[in-house]
């Protein structure tokens, strides 16, 4: 039993320090067991509490803890796990009761000392103890600066979207403002745009990628969120390379991979099915209708479109199916705030997306290689 208690024990300890490691440490998207059980378990009474028969005003309040909240859950989990392994390993290879290695793993991972250690054993496993308890606690007061950070950076540019695109933001009322000021006929101030959003789509695809806690970090608006941002931005990429006239692609095409390819990786990370390579006459959530009904708001300002309203629809819809899925299944899983052409999909009528697993590793692993589909 003390054999089988000692190799127990060592799993544990080294499950737990892998799991803190992965999701602290390492630099890239690693999936941790241990981690989505406490994003899954924690999640359910938010989920509970926060139900759609709700007003959005306490939804919004309530998953607004979410996120900090499984953030002091997981140190907490890890030095629960790292006790309970020191306390096997303790058991096994000091002739004592389980009680008396309990009472000496808590004295060691918290430091406080209050347990004597007579023997060589003891305080050598002791000071192991000790040095991973600080060394958690250490993890954590790092991690919460980097955590913050990543997050104000991106709801800087989030911030500044409702200046340019109203609140809550669409994709038609930032065209229609920068029309109004003369800014749309101005190509170097709306392809410097989208190379700025560009930027934020790499910068968020490497932080919530490292840190997958800021997707579910809200905005400090109600009417903010940084998937309603994304889509919007897309959106408005989308309309400008398919249905303005004497303008290449360009910076808008880029603006629209760099946003499909960090929405498919997030999403990719979380287990939510999307289709790999779509094709361009694949279904989207935006209908024909919402389509005119957009070409007719830009017309009535005055802004020039294309002549072909048709092919102008076949090719926003080539663009679109990029990331329609993705969009929606993200907008779903943190509630975002109501946006058109976002986070309004969820009502009965248009299907859900269907997340597998969540936070699952599992999922299909789309090819980064990938052109995507475009009318280019």
Same mark, same amino acid.
């Given at each position: ?126 000071? !192991? @103890? /000790? #040095?991973?308890? =600080?060394?958690?606690? *250490? $993890?954590?007061? %790092?991690? &919460? +600066? ?81 998937? !309603? @941002? /994304? #889509?919007?931005? =897309?959106?408005?990429? *989308? $309309?400008?390379? %398919?249905? &303005? +006239? ?82 929606? @299944? ?47």
């Amino acid at each position: 039993m003390r054999a089988v208690s000692f190799i127990a024990g060592f799993v544990v300890i080294g499950g737990t320090l892998m799991s803190a490691i992965r999701t602290v440490i390492l630099p890239r998207a690693a999936s941790s067991w241990l981690t989505r059980t406490v994003f899954r378990v924690v999640r359910l009474p938010f989920v509970a509490l926060a139900g759609p028969r709700h007003p959005y005003e306490r939804r919004d309040r309530i998953l607004a803890l979410y996120g900090p909240v499984t953030l002091m859950a997981l140190p907490m989990v890890w030095l629960t796990m790292v006790l309970l392994g020191f306390m096997l390993v303790m058991w096994a290879l000091v002739d004592q009761s389980l009680g008396d290695a309990f009472h000496m793993a808590v004295s060691s991972v918290t430091t406080l000392g209050f347990a004597p250690a007579d023997t060589f054993l003891e305080r050598l496993l002791a000071f !192991v @103890a /000790a #040095g991973l308890g =600080l060394s958690l606690l *250490a $993890l954590l007061i %790092s991690f &919460l +600066p980097a955590i913050y950070t990543a997050f104000a950076r991106r709801e800087v540019q989030v911030g500044q979207l409702e200046v340019r695109a109203g609140s809550p933001p669409s994709a038609v009322a930032f065209l229609e403002r920068h029309h109004l000021i003369g800014a749309l006929d101005d190509r170097g101030e709306i392809d410097s745009n989208f190379q700025r959003w560009e930027g934020w789509f790499a910068e968020i695809e490497e932080s919530h990628l490292t840190y997958p806690v800021l997707v579910f970090f809200r905005s400090p608006q109600l009417d903010r969120s940084w998937v !309603v @941002a /994304a #889509g919007t931005m =897309l959106d408005t990429a *989308a $309309l400008v390379a %398919s249905c &303005l +006239p004497r303008r290449s692609i360009g910076s808008a095409g880029l603006c629209i991979r760099a946003g499909f390819l960090a929405l498919r990786r997030i999403a990719d990370f979380f287990g939510i099915e999307f289709d790999h390579d779509p094709a361009p006459d694949d279904p989207i959530s935006i209908t024909r209708a919402e389509f005119d009904e957009v070409w007719d708001r830009l017309a009535a300002v005055g802004i020039e479109l294309k002549s072909d309203q048709d092919q102008a629809w076949r090719d926003f819809a080539g663009w679109r199916v990029n990331y329609d899925t993705v969009l929606l @299944a993200l907008a779903d899983i943190t509630v975002a705030a109501y946006a058109p052409w976002t986070s309004d999909r969820s009502a009965p009528s248009h299907e859900r997306p269907r997340v597998r697993r969540f936070g699952s590793r599992r999922a299909q692993r789309f090819d980064p290689d990938s052109q995507g589909t475009d009318r280019s």
